[in-house]
């Protein structure tokens, strides 16, 4: 199943990350949407970016590297978290 969400904000570790408050507005093909079936997450590139960047300063042992050309890969401890770019 899928579940429409209304997002507000973005946080890793205690930081949450600084984006224009309409990234995440609703219709119009917008909004977030939390699919249990896939391990996939894709997001806008405003989003994205600064996402990665506060990942990878807050975990700085992260492997990184791309799938299929398509997908960036985070592996830590034999565990992978996969994120569309």
């Given at each position: 199943?899928?579940?429409?969400?209304?997002?507000?904000?973005?946080?890793?570790?205690?930081d949450?990350?600084?984006l224009?408050?309409?990234?995440?507005g609703?219709?119009?093909n917008?909004?977030?949407?939390?699919d249990?079936?896939?391990?996939?997450?894709?997001?806008?590139?405003?989003?994205?970016e600064?996402?990665?960047?506060?990942?990878?300063?807050?975990?700085?042992?992260?492997?990184?590297?791309?799938?299929?050309?398509?997908?960036?890969?985070?592996?830590?401890?034999?565990?992978?978290?996969?994120?569309?770019?």
């Amino acid at each position: 199943p899928h579940y429409s969400i209304n997002m507000t904000a973005v946080q890793v570790g205690l930081d949450f990350l600084n984006l224009p408050t309409d990234v995440f507005g609703v219709g119009d093909n917008k909004g977030t949407i939390i699919d249990s079936g896939t391990t996939l997450a894709y997001l806008p590139e405003m989003v994205y970016e600064p996402l990665v960047s506060k990942i990878i300063s807050q975990q700085p042992d992260l492997k990184v590297h791309t799938v299929h050309d398509e997908y960036t890969c985070f592996q830590y401890s034999e565990r992978r978290v996969w994120m569309c770019n």
